[in-house]
């Protein structure tokens, strides 16, 4: 498809970086082109997008693409394609696990943005989180009306950690999923291809399981202890990778449970009519006895 016509005014400059109007581009895609265009058209605006951005942030940083991934780094061409094949082989493992995300998501290629300057990392993510609730990260999915992945720079394996870890999310962005199953998952892909990524010993994990309480395991079920203070928040992160853990190792129907498990209720229901079981009772197989049921959202 050529360089589509009216696009290119749709990314005004915002704090230093062109910021598109995805709500207005989405809407001329609606408006003028047939369903079997959209992503390619989707595709060919980030690409415009990315040659802009990829102009403010030096000539160090260019865009590479694959069938079902674009991605912009500073890397060279050898180590960008070999974290696009390893992302790839993320997306493979998690289109296994959960087929339906899959199946249900929108038009147009995985979008990455690979920061070489941790200030401009932080700069653009900023924009998206004008309370500053981003924490320290190394990466995020950032959701809303175009969800995509961006990554700081990182050593070694922490990079495609990364990269694994934000790809479970920006798969299952589109289901409202809860977080504490959203996290889950993400751990475990991690560990799929890094065996050693969140080991504990089990001194280490009675340690993170006694911080959760009856007390304050509601912060994990509406996932508030994900963005909280230290100790809670790993916590919630040991007890979420476990709790997934489990669900996919005992039942099979972890694909079905995420189709139809609802942040409403924190999935609640949905343990009840496709696991025969509690999400209360499940957490008490882990933490021991307790009251430990989700209560859903007002």
Not at 55 to 73: K, P
Not at 153 to 161: E, H, K, R, T, V
Not at 167 to 187: D, T
Not at 197 to 206: I, N, P, S
Request: a negative charge; charged letters at 20%; aromatic letters at 12%.
């Amino acid at each position: 498809m050529d360089r589509l016509p009216g696009i290119h005014h749709r990314f005004p400059v915002i704090e230093e970086m062109p910021r598109p109007d995805w709500a207005m581009i989405f809407q001329w895609i609606g408006d003028n082109l047939l369903a079997d265009q959209f992503a390619e058209a989707h595709d060919e605006i980030v690409c415009q997008w990315l040659d802009e951005l990829a102009a403010m942030l030096g000539s160090t940083h260019n865009a590479f693409q694959s069938e079902d991934l674009i991605l912009l780094s500073f890397l060279d061409r050898r180590e960008a394609i070999g974290l696009i094949r390893f992302a790839e082989k993320a997306r493979g493992l998690i289109r296994s696990l959960l087929p339906y995300a899959f199946e249900t998501r929108g038009a147009g290629s995985t979008v990455v943005l690979h920061f070489e300057d941790p200030d401009e990392y932080w700069r653009y993510a900023a924009y998206f989180h004008s309370d500053g609730g981003f924490g320290q990260s190394a990466g995020m999915c950032i959701g809303g009306e175009f969800t995509h992945i961006v990554l700081a720079d990182a050593p070694g394996d922490q990079l495609q950690m990364c990269m694994g870890h934000e790809l479970v999310h920006e798969s299952l962005s589109h289901l409202g999923l809860p977080q504490w199953i959203e996290e889950g998952l993400a751990q475990l892909v991690e560990q799929k291809f890094f065996p050693y990524a969140h080991f504990r010993d089990v001194a280490d994990l009675r340690r993170n399981f006694a911080v959760l309480t009856e007390r304050n395991i509601q912060s994990f079920w509406n996932g508030e202890g994900f963005s909280s203070e230290q100790t809670l928040q790993e916590a919630c992160y040991v007890f979420a990778l476990s709790l997934v853990g489990r669900l996919v190792e005992e039942f099979v129907t972890i694909d079905d449970f995420v189709a139809n498990a609802s942040r409403e209720d924190h999935g609640a229901a949905t343990a009840s009519d496709h696991l025969g079981t509690t999400l209360g009772e499940l957490a008490a197989g882990i933490l021991g006895n307790g009251s430990w049921e989700p209560r859903a959202f007002d």
